[in-house]
Antibody, heavy 120, light 107 residues
């Protein structure tokens, strides 16, 4: 059974940093592109970042470029999102999601989400 | 910049057909997917590559594509289908886009 489980969320002050983790199981992690998607309270879904299977290629939404870094450790079946210079508008539930086919890009499995709150 | 546009809300009575649209200029060249999200839960994939239904999704869910508009159709709507629905696609640079979401209300 495919499972994705995020951790690392919490309360952080503006300008601070936080690292999210997503532990994957039930599939060959290194074979899949992975993504982070976030959802601000009461708002819609917003794509944040993606990484290819071996970690050699990444992409970011303009709103997080230069502040967030996506990475992965295939030996540990874990996806990461390092978030620096956090702003109030980064407050959201962050989901990791699996991409089964990067030629069309969609998300067939999602984690349960991790809440990040940026506030003083 | 490229956008995906959805109606904010759709309302139908049980047993009727709900149609949720998603419009975007790149849709003739890029596949679209649909996600169902219930309150407090993670999104669930209900349609991919415009009209492919994942295993476990009821047959009453179907998808279609007509030029710049993709449509998620739910035939014989049930109370359990009440949720937010999001379309998703990608632009030519590989960035992923979501529509603003449609709240489906079952009257």
């Amino acid at each position: 059974e495919v499972q994705l489980m995020e951790s690392g969320g919490g309360l952080v002050q503006p300008g601070g940093s936080l690292r999210l983790s997503c532990a994957a199981s039930g599939f060959t992690f290194s074979s899949h592109w992975m993504h982070w998607v976030r959802q601000a309270p009461g708002k819609g879904l917003m794509w944040v970042s993606r990484i290819n299977g071996d970690g050699s290629s990444t992409s970011y939404a303009d709103s997080v470029k230069g502040r967030f870094t996506i990475s992965r450790n295939n030996a540990k079946n874990t996806l990461y999102l390092q978030m620096n210079s956090l702003r109030a508008e980064d407050t959201a539930v962050y989901y990791c999601a699996r991409d089964p086919d990067p030629s069309t890009t969609y998300f067939d499995y999602w984690g349960q989400g991790s809440l990040v709150t940026v506030s003083s | 910049s490229y956008e995906l546009t959805q109606p904010p809300s759709v309302s139908v009575s049980p047993g009727q057909t709900a149609r949720i649209t998603c419009s975007g200029d790149a849709l003739p060249k890029q596949y679209a997917s649909w996600y169902q999200q219930k309150p407090g839960q993670a999104p669930v994939l209900v349609m991919y590559e415009d009209s492919e239904r994942p295993s476990g999704i009821p047959e009453r869910f179907s998808g279609s594509n007509s030029e710049t508009t993709v449509t998620l159709t739910i035939s014989g709507v049930q109370a359990e289908d009440e949720a937010d629905y999001y379309c998703q696609s990608a632009d030519s640079s590989g960035s992923v886009l979501f529509g603003g979401g449609t709240k489906l209300t079952v009257l």
